[in-house]
């Protein structure tokens, strides 16, 4: 059994690697997590859902920039296991990263120690595990990291920090879903949406059963709080909004941004935001915070709504009424037009004490340049799976980094299509060719109905152009070269209406590990993997 062989050995010897290897003379924190099922009642529901230490949502990580972070994670699911660091970069270092191209998955009943530093990040973050989603059932938790003490906020310091997950949810278990999505099936309309873990308020009677547990988040008024917003869900995007508040935008995904106030926000599947939000109202009676589906037209979503109560302390009432409202769903440009005015702050301190816009991302020469076109679930062998240039990627038995390290030839190529190929779709395990030290463009074209969202794990990426319409190369006229947001999750909106069906974003990005690019949505083998001559990258789509 080769499979079993490589992941064994895999790990006794990457243990060796760490016990002699040293992270840097920065502090080190220590956590011991149990990963195991628990009873969940959510939505009203008995069912299973997967908790870490007793806990659903999970323990926060709070760590400061350049810690190194210990975490012995003990698997006691049925079921191998894997937690990815969503949005943490593990510079010069991906071993640690928690998805199938650099780790093998921890089996039922061990456990493995991850072990990795915040180098050089700042931001709002959060974990999930990585395999055969399991993030429907939960498992997912907050990661922060603070500023050093060094280097100030660009803002005043909040009167606290408060974390937020929205989420679809199901009450099928995970492992139904994952047949439902091998067989092609689509998951279908969720049956709610979670507010960190919990279901909505009873807003209305016809809508949400009586006796649902509900999320309340007390504040004292005149006080500013700092909201980290995760959408940890598997498919819905959100629009996240707080009843006669407004969302002061500060910082995405490990950039501070140009300080803008929003009445709600689109928040698309794996993005994280972090909104200061003052408590200015009279506190007449409690506030409705909502996440709500975006882009659909089904009347079956309307009992889909999360719904959490802002409590503050002299409120004179329960919250009661209409919900505020969502943006309108026949203005297809507004997620395009509030996505294009997140801008980074070029001014503003992070990781380190020079201004984040010291890096001139628009003044370095690209080398390597991909059109990736994503294409709905075909079938393929037999198998129902969505492609990027015609290939839905086969993981090997084998961790990429472990047959780069060690040179174990066929278990990958090196021959991504850098545009898309008219040919029938296949499996296959083939990656970018990525130049070392280079600087990559990939634009992701989505022909599609339905909003893409991808992640590249490992890697901030700086947003360069977002539009209507098929990509060509004057639409490079257009990008933004001087304040184009770096982060790490970023959507490709879609439409059903035909005039505007077509949509692309432009990336770009320094090239010096193994990057790990996947799909969120509908994401059974949509990913790519980045090679350079140096490291692998994975960069997970």
């Not at 995904?253 to 926000?265: A, D, F, I, K, L």
Request: aromatic share 14%; net charge neutral; with cysteine.
């Amino acid at each position: 059994m080769p499979s079993v062989f490589s992941c064994v050995s895999f790990f006794f010897l990457l243990v060796g690697c760490l016990v002699t290897g040293s992270l840097a003379d920065d502090p080190y924190v220590f956590f011991d997590w149990t990963v195991s099922y628990l009873t969940g009642y959510s939505l009203g529901v008995k069912q299973q859902v997967i908790g870490i230490n007793g806990l659903f949502p999970g323990p926060i990580l709070n760590v400061t920039t350049n810690w190194n972070v210990i975490v012995n994670v003990k698997n006691e699911l049925d079921e191998p296991l894997l937690l990815t660091w969503n949005g943490v970069q593990n510079r010069k270092n991906s071993w640690q990263d928690g998805v199938l191209g650099t780790n093998c998955p921890i089996p039922a009943g061990w456990n493995w120690t991850y072990q990795f530093q915040v180098k050089d990040q700042i931001g709002s973050f959060f974990y999930f595990p990585s395999l055969n989603f399991q993030r429907a059932a939960g498992g997912y938790g907050g990661i922060i990291i603070n500023n050093r003490d060094v280097i100030p906020l660009p803002f005043a310091v909040p009167d606290g920090d408060i974390i937020v997950f929205i989420s679809d949810w199901y009450t099928k278990s995970h492992k139904e879903l994952r047949k439902h999505v091998e067989k092609g099936d689509d998951v279908g309309v969720p049956d709610g949406i979670l507010i960190n873990g919990f279901g909505p308020y009873r807003y209305d009677e016809a809508l949400v059963q009586e006796g649902i547990t509900y999320q309340i988040i007390n504040v004292e008024p005149g006080k500013t709080y700092r909201l980290r917003v995760h959408n940890v869900g598997i498919s819905t995007s959100l629009n996240f909004r707080i009843q006669n508040h407004n969302l002061l935008l500060v910082e995405t995904e490990g950039s501070y941004t140009v300080q803008q106030n929003y009445e709600n926000m689109d928040i698309h599947v794996g993005q994280s935001y972090s909104f200061l939000v003052t408590m200015d109202q009279n506190a007449s009676s409690d506030y409705y915070i909502v996440a709500s589906p975006r882009y659909v037209n089904s009347s079956a979503w309307t009992k889909a709504a999360g719904v959490a109560i802002l409590h503050y302390s002299n409120s004179q009432g329960p919250a009661s009424g209409s919900l505020p409202d969502p943006p309108n769903e026949q203005d297809i440009y507004f997620s395009m037009n509030q996505a294009r005015s997140i801008r980074w702050n070029v001014s503003a301190g992070a990781a380190r004490p020079n201004p984040q816009g010291s890096f001139k991302y628009g003044d370095i020469t690209v080398t390597d340049v991909y059109v990736i076109l994503n294409r709905p679930a075909e079938l393929i062998d037999g198998k129902w799976r969505t492609t990027l240039n015609g290939i839905s990627y086969l993981p090997p038995p084998t961790p990429l980094m472990l047959a780069q390290k060690y040179n174990i030839s066929g278990v990958y190529k090196l021959d991504f299509p850098n545009r898309p190929m008219n040919r029938p779709p296949k499996f296959d395990t083939s990656l970018i060719n990525g130049t070392f030290k280079g600087f990559m463009e990939i634009i992701f074209q989505n022909n599609d109905t339905t909003v893409q969202s991808y992640h590249m794990d490992g890697y901030a990426f700086f947003v360069v152009g977002m539009d209507f319409g098929v990509w060509t190369e004057n639409s490079r006229g257009t990008y933004n070269k001087w304040d184009g947001v770096a982060r790490c999750t970023i959507q490709i909106c879609g439409s059903e209406r035909e005039r505007i069906k077509k949509n692309f974003c432009a990336l770009a990005f320094p090239i010096t590990a193994l990057a790990i690019c996947y799909g969120y949505e509908d994401s059974y083998r949509k990913c790519i993997m980045i090679h350079t001559e140096r490291n692998l990258a994975p960069s997970v789509l």
